[in-house]
């Protein structure tokens, strides 16, 4: 229980990691605010499980491409939750394709919700931290494409990328306050939900599996795992960082895939 008596927003919470992430936080004994925007069922069920644990929490429908909505979220949590202590955000998204076919309005919709929106809501609820004069945690999540290029990924990956700097930022500036602020880059993590989701999943999935040193790819729940050891005084003194969950994407380049599952006779290393 290293987060009871803490207070949490897990923005876009209705499935995936942002509903393993606020169970983690209610599990180590958080109460918990989540937003949702497409999935009404599945933000009731995070909220009806984090309940189950014994924790307040609360729905706030948002779409955090609205700048506006990013305030109001957060003044919507904090008189539920009567403070705050811990920002995820979480919510996030894009929409793939060339980059020569990508139109100014699909570009602004995927910096809004990937940039501009993680920005305001840690704008607002910092000050409501700074306020209260205890601290806090924010996590922002991040992907691997901010750092290596996959095609078709340009708006979220530059979007991606875009966040880590914030972080950066939003950590240097607040430290003086006592706000930590990190960063976590998820790999391959399998979120899929509906059928058309788990179809294409299945089809990344046989092409990325070679890619991963670990062999696998990665669950909610390790991401969330990894959030709520980032928010506790466990990581008293980090901060600023971007910590990549990827089992081991990152490690090698992309092209000696071959290499991880083969010998190394032939190859020029040795060890």
């Not at 290293?2 to 169970?23: D, F």
């Not at 089809?203 to 709520?228: F, K, W, Y």
């Amino acid at each position: 229980m290293r987060l009871e008596g803490k207070r949490a927003l897990v923005t876009g919470a209705s499935h995936g990691i942002g509903q393993a992430t606020a169970l983690a936080l209610a599990k180590d004994g958080a109460d918990v605010a989540i937003t949702w925007r497409s999935r009404e069922e599945g933000a009731q069920e995070t909220v009806r499980q984090v309940e189950a644990l014994g924790r307040r929490a609360t729905m706030i429908h948002a779409d955090v491409t609205d700048r506006d909505t990013c305030t109001r979220l957060v003044d919507e949590a904090l008189a539920f939750l009567g403070g705050l202590d811990i920002l995820v955000n979480n919510a996030g998204g894009g929409r793939s394709g060339p980059l020569i076919d990508q139109t100014p309005e699909n570009w602004d919709y995927v910096l809004a919700l990937g940039v501009t929106a993680p920005f305001l809501i840690g704008q607002r609820a910092a000050r409501a931290m700074i306020e209260a004069g205890n601290g806090g945690a924010i996590v922002n999540i991040s992907s691997v494409h901010s750092v290596n290029a996959w095609p078709n990924d340009g708006p979220y990956g530059v979007a991606k990328a875009g966040l880590n700097r914030l972080t950066m930022t939003m950590a240097l500036e607040w430290a003086r306050f006592a706000i930590r602020v990190n960063c976590i880059g998820p790999g391959y993590i399998k979120v899929a939900q509906t059928e058309a989701e788990q179809e294409r999943y299945r089809r990344e999935e046989t092409h990325a599996t070679p890619l991963i040193p670990l062999q696998r790819t990665g669950r909610p729940d390790e991401i969330a795992s990894t959030v709520a050891f980032l928010v506790s005084d466990d990581a008293s003194y980090i901060t600023g960082r971007t910590l990549f969950v990827d089992g081991g994407l990152l490690v090698p380049p992309l092209t000696t895939a071959e290499y991880m599952g083969g010998d190394r006779e032939g190859t020029g290393f040795s060890g």
